[in-house]
Nanobody
Framework: QVRVSESGGRLVQAGDSLTLSCAVS????????VGWFRQGPGKEREFAAV????????YYSDSVKGRFSVSRDDAKNTVYLQMNNLKLEDTAVYFC??????????????????WGQGTQVTVSS
């Protein structure tokens, strides 16, 4: 069974950069698609980014496009979310999730099979 676990969240200042890691295990031969979601204080969880199962495609929400970048290190079984020019509104708990079927509906939470516990990113002014 695929499992994911996030790490790397911390307190940063606006304009800083931060990289989150998502360790992926138990997926057998083929990678799952791995998505990043976030939930800000008092908000619903929302899609942020995803990397396809083959690693060749990434998609981003409008709110993070141009500032965030998702990548994968196959040797380390880890997916990264590089976040640049962080803003106050990026404050959230960030979750990674694995989709074994590689659904085209990558923004839909129900398409994902396994979720991590989340890591807190706080952006201060």
């Amino acid at each position: 069974q695929v499992r994911v676990s996030e790490s790397g969240g911390r307190l940063v200042q606006a304009g800083d950069s931060l990289t989150l890691s998502c360790a992926v295990s138990g997926f057998g031969v083929s990678w799952p698609a791995v998505g990043w979601f976030r939930q800000g204080p008092g908000k619903e969880r929302e899609f942020a980014a995803v990397i396809s199962w083959h690693g060749a495609k990434e998609y981003y929400s409008d709110s993070v496009k141009g500032r965030f970048s998702v990548s994968r290190d196959d040797a380390k079984n880890t997916v990264y979310l590089q976040m640049n020019n962080l803003k106050l509104e990026d404050t959230a708990v960030y979750f990674c999730a694995a989709d074994l079927q590689g659904s085209v509906h990558y923004t839909v939470e129900d398409e994902y099979d396994s979720w991590g516990q989340g890591t807190q990113v706080t952006v201060s002014s």
